[in-house]
């Protein structure tokens, strides 16, 4: 079973920068990065298909965040750029074994994957 530690989060102003990591203790194909408000359902941020470094992100964080893969494909990196304070949520590592190309229609169902991190928090002030 693979686990999930993120880091990375903290406060930030409207328009500022974070970058989330989440190390995982074995490569996995597809892996994503999910948020949690409260009151909100847990949504899809950004994924990673790790044979062919395919991103995918939500339309809401589309040419703000980016997402990236480091150390042998084990290290997920979420960079939040132009922060709102709707961004503000627990953010979420999140990767199952058993997602392989089946990634592109998965990455953002939380249903689909059976590790998470504990989360980290990110909060973005006005």
Request: include cysteine; charge should be positive; glycine fraction near 12%.
């Amino acid at each position: 079973q693979v686990q999930l530690v993120e880091s990375g989060g903290g406060s930030a102003q409207t328009g500022g920068s974070l970058t989330l990591v989440c190390e995982a203790t074995r490569y996995t194909p597809c892996m994503s990065w999910f948020r949690q408000s409260p009151g909100k359902e847990r949504e899809g941020v950004a994924g990673i298909y790790s044979p062919f470094g395919n991103p995918y992100l939500a339309d809401s964080v589309l040419g703000r965040f980016t997402v990236s893969l480091g150390n042998r494909k084990r290290r997920l990196t979420l960079q939040l750029n132009s922060l709102k304070p709707e961004d503000t949520a627990m953010y979420y590592c999140a990767a199952d074994p058993r997602l392989d190309d089946t990634c592109y229609t998965e990455w953002n169902t939380p249903g689909s994957f059976r590790a998470w991190g504990r989360g980290t928090q990110v909060t973005v002030s006005s």
